[in-house]
Nanobody, 124 residues
Framework: QVELVESGGGLVQAGDSLRLSCAASDRMFVIGSMAWFRQAPGKERTFVAG????????HYADSVKGRFILFRNITERTVDLQMNSLKPEDTAVYYC?????????????????WGQGTQVTVSS
């Protein structure tokens, strides 16, 4: 079974940067879209950024637009999330997702496969 492996979380101060990485354990895994979601304690899992693998088009949540950048490595089949100017409200567990089934790239219900999550904590 293909797994999504995340890395790069940690504890930082407000204004700092972090880079998260997500890789599929099987490089032959066919990717439709991949996305990052996050879930803060007591809150729902929400969309952060996603990329349509075939077209390369990238989508961002309004809350991270201009601060976060999503990169993909086609050869390695990885998707990185560069997070800049971090704020305390960015604190959450960040999840990588794939196995996209449509129709809405921003919906958690559109994805069939999830990583284990990586904790990002931003102190003020």
């Amino acid at each position: 079974q293909v797994e999504l492996v995340e890395s790069g979380g940690g504890l930082v101060q407000a204004g700092d940067s972090l880079r998260l990485s997500c890789a599929a354990s099987d490089r032959m895994f066919v990717i439709g879209s991949m996305a990052w979601f996050r879930q803060a304690p007591g809150k729902e899992r929400t969309f952060v950024a996603g990329i349509s693998w075939n077209s390369g088009s990238v989508h961002y949540a309004d809350s991270v637009k201009g601060r976060f950048i999503l990169f993909r490595n086609i050869t390695e089949r990885t998707v990185d999330l560069q997070m800049n100017s971090l704020k305390p409200e960015d604190t959450a567990v960040y999840y990588c997702s794939s196995d996209y089934r449509g129709p809405d790239i921003r919906s958690s219900g559109a994805y069939g496969r999830w990583g284990q999550g990586t904790q990002v904590t931003v102190s003020s």
